[in-house]
């Protein structure tokens, strides 16, 4: 399942990103693409154990992502020139994914983008705060938001334009957390990765 789904205070500077939401902005700015490795682990309390997943993305500005599960089972999401299209893999093969779900995961993609972006505060629909230990926490302002998602953390890694880690509360045991690793920035990402599985 897709889920998004990536020391920060005004008194209290640090290295990386920024002490203030305009100056993460302004690091942002510099940011023309990201690409890395993700570890994706989801805690429920009626689990035995986490559900691990892993993969890869890419980023380009201004809005070109691509969000590759490669395990336990492969399925790709694609974002360019404003088209989304799901990609999961059926019988050994990729094939469109038509489900109902692809809006709901076209929101969380723009969401992705604008935290790319550096543009963690200007979701009308959710609070946002920094926190002490590069960490910005967000929450929905709509009670029905609210029942779906208590909050999310991010954590900046010290480099600019990098996201350690983003956790989503969906409630008291239920939450997922997505470890970004061997992020490079501001390299060549070809059109076709974002358009063909």
Known sequence: MFLFALALTASCPCRGWADQFEDIRKSAEKITSVRGEFTQTRHMKILARPLVSTGTFLFRTPD????????PIRNILLTHSGR??????RNDELVVDSSA???SMQMVVQEIGQ??????????ALTSSLEPGRKIVLVPKESSFAALIQRIEIVLSERDGVI??????????????????????????EDSLFREP
Not at 64 to 71: A, C, I, N
Not at 115 to 124: A, M, S, Y
Not at 170 to 188: A, C, K, M, W, Y
């Open 164 to 189: 350690e880690s983003v956790t989503i509360f969906e409630g008291r045991d239920s939450f997922t957390r997505i470890e970004f690793d061997q992020v490079t920035l501001n390299q060549p990402i």
């Open 64 to 71: 070109s992502l691509r969000w590759e599960y490669r395990s």
């Open 115 to 124: 935290w790319l972006k550096g543009r963690f505060d200007e979701n009308p």
């Open 84 to 89: 989304t299209n799901r990609f999961v893999q």
């Open 101 to 103: 779900n692809l809006q």
